[in-house]
């Protein structure tokens, strides 16, 4: 898995190219820090669906909590917030993509 970098969004002016700072997802999937003010951006460059999963490693009650997995459709763009409920051992989240030709991925983080 490769380490995404948070690409900082300043309050005073609340404009960062984020689509600029993105990178190509790696096919073994990405990491990226998690906490307050924390996203994923996802631009979907391929003729289909993709599904981006992000892996919930916490536990209520004993049962897992289900890993989010969000749908982008083909030409569009998501934005998935990287709370600590998605922080695992090493204070990542675990990201996976069902498809990576001509997806990019950046983190970002708001209020920096």
């Given at each position: 898995?490769?380490?995404?970098?948070?690409?900082?969004?300043?309050?005073?002016?609340?404009?960062?190219?984020?689509?600029?700072?993105?990178v190509a997802?790696?096919?073994?999937?990405?990491?990226?820090?998690?906490?307050?003010?924390?996203?994923?951006?996802?631009?979907?460059?391929?003729?289909?669906?993709?599904?981006?999963?992000?892996?919930?490693?916490?536990?209520?009650?004993?049962?897992?909590?289900?890993?989010?997995?969000v749908a982008?459709?083909?030409?569009?763009?998501?934005?998935?917030?990287?709370?600590?409920?998605?922080?695992?051992?090493?204070?990542?989240?675990?990201?996976?993509?069902?498809?990576?030709?001509?997806?990019?991925?950046?983190?970002?983080?708001?209020?920096?």
């Amino acid at each position: 898995m490769a380490n995404l970098n948070l690409v900082p969004v300043p309050v005073a002016t609340g404009i960062a190219d984020v689509a600029a700072a993105a990178v190509a997802a790696a096919g073994g999937g990405d990491t990226a820090p998690v906490g307050p003010g924390r996203f994923l951006y996802v631009n979907n460059g391929s003729g289909g669906s993709i599904t981006v999963t992000v892996a919930t490693p916490g536990t209520v009650s004993g049962l897992a909590i289900a890993d989010t997995a969000v749908a982008i459709s083909a030409g569009d763009h998501a934005i998935i917030p990287l709370t600590n409920v998605f922080r695992g051992a090493n204070g990542r989240a675990a990201i996976t993509y069902s498809g990576v030709t001509t997806l990019t991925v950046a983190a970002f983080e708001l209020g920096t």
